[in-house]
DNA sequence: CATCGATGTTGAG
DNA sequence: TCAACCTCGATGG
């Protein structure tokens, strides 16, 4: 379910609380359990986010690539460090509002709204498209509910996931072959010659705008809300072929892409539209139907115009946007 | 409590 | 183009 924002979260959780620790890796459900011996054992030494994948590194030249597909999820448990989450309405994020620059969090929110970090503590974090938190007691380690496909367990922390599409051992060589294959990632390479390389290969692609954002292999991280979030922001008609659209159109499309990333992952949450009132943000922050311009509006009106927002399967996936401002 | 649908990708046909 | 993968929150009775 997640969006290159929340992935990036699940990484830096990683850091925190594993990399540096050997790890105990089991898979009890069992489906894993190859792959789990070869790792069991071994220090984590690394862990980075590229678009939708994360990547795990391990001593010995070992690798853990992990996909979460539709409904992987990971829950960590244990003497953990939690991310900074926006937790209620306190700032207003119009307010440093400047498309390509990334709001820290402390941009974002006022005394309050924000659980910061600070030191480890006991505590059970469900990371995935959203987060939850838990904070009351439990066992360490947990008995593993459900399928859990990999355990990772260190002295003071357990992570466990479920539902992946992608869990497998690679080698370094292996890691560079996948990542060669994804688009930039905002968060791993904001220069010039990334920018230009989603330019080029937009304009070089007669598939509609829409589709070209969703591929993996010319852009990472964005997802069915991105897409359609960053297309209406943009004005742009979804159907319009990549290389119908202009240089700027591309390079601000990119920038944008740049500027929501460090919202989502700075906030935790697809939060894509600027200059709320407080009242609104509030809202915002408390349903996710309230977030969004387009996505998931279909006949309700659109925010800026009143026209009904459109939806049509593109691809097998739903898109929206509205007719009138995306024209 | 049953059913639906999802913020993704792969691979068969 | 579409089913399969595989899990769980939201929804409706």
Known sequence: MPEGHSVHRIARQFARNFVGHAVRVSSPQGRFADGAALLNGRV???AIAVGKQMFLEFEGGLWLRVHLGIYGAWDFAGEISTDATIRSAGGRMGQTNHRGTVLGVDDLAGEDSVRS???PRRARLHMAESEKEDDSDFAFPPD???????RLLTETACADLRGPTACEVLTVDEVSAVIARLGPDPLDDDS?????RVVAAIRKKSAPIALLLMDQSVVSGIGNVYR?????????DPFTPGRALTEQQCRD?????VYLLGVGVATGQ???MDDLSSDDWVRAMASRDERHWVYHRAGEPCRVCGTPIRMQLLANRKLYWCPACQA
């Not at 359609?228 to 742009?236: G, P």
């Open 192 to 196: 010039p010659a990334a920018e230009d």
């Open 228 to 236: 359609a979030e960053l297309l209406f922001r943009a004005r742009l």
């Open 44 to 46: 984590m030494t690394g």
């Open 270 to 272: 697809m939060m894509t």
């Open 117 to 119: 970090m600070g030191a």
């Open 253 to 257: 499309l990119w920038r944008d892409w």
């Open 144 to 150: 593993p509910v459900g399928a859990v496909r990999v």
